[in-house]
Nanobody, 125 residues
Framework: EVQLLETGGGSVQAGGSLKLSCTAS????????RRWYRQAPGNECELVAT???????RYKESVKGRFAISQDNAKNTVYLQMNSLKTEDTAVYYC???????????????????WGQGTQVTVSN
């Protein structure tokens, strides 16, 4: 079966760094956009970063210069390097393999595509 397994979440002080990993099994997503979303309690699901099938990257404005998305196709893994973390970055982070045409109604909620289980990132002062 297709599965996306997330690792790397945890607690860190403001200004610190974390690196999230998302490894896919059961399928190779070579030609599908890989994305990172996040959601804090009471907030909307936010698209944080995207790496397209062509290698292009896009970021939420508030994380530009601090976060970097990358992928290792041979390992079916996508990464999110997070530096200079702020308390506002605290959220559950989700990786996803979602076609560009799919409708994303919320984190973990799309008509097509696959989602990781979510991993908690907590940033304290």
């Amino acid at each position: 079966e297709v599965q996306l397994l997330e690792t790397g979440g945890g607690s860190v002080q403001a200004g610190g760094s974390l690196k999230l990993s998302c490894t896919a099994s059961g399928f190779t997503f070579d030609d599908i956009d890989r994305r990172w979303y996040r959601q804090a309690p009471g907030n909307e699901c936010e698209l944080v970063a995207t790496i397209g099938s062509d290698g292009s990257t896009r970021y939420k404005e508030s994380v530009k210069g601090r976060f970097a998305i990358s992928q290792d196709n041979a390992k079916n893994t996508v990464y999110l390097q997070m530096n200079s973390l702020k308390t506002e970055d605290t959220a559950v982070y989700y990786c996803a393999a979602v076609p560009g045409w799919a409708d994303v109604a919320g984190c973990g909620k799309s008509d097509f595509g696959y989602w990781g289980q979510g991993t908690q990132v907590t940033v304290s002062n």
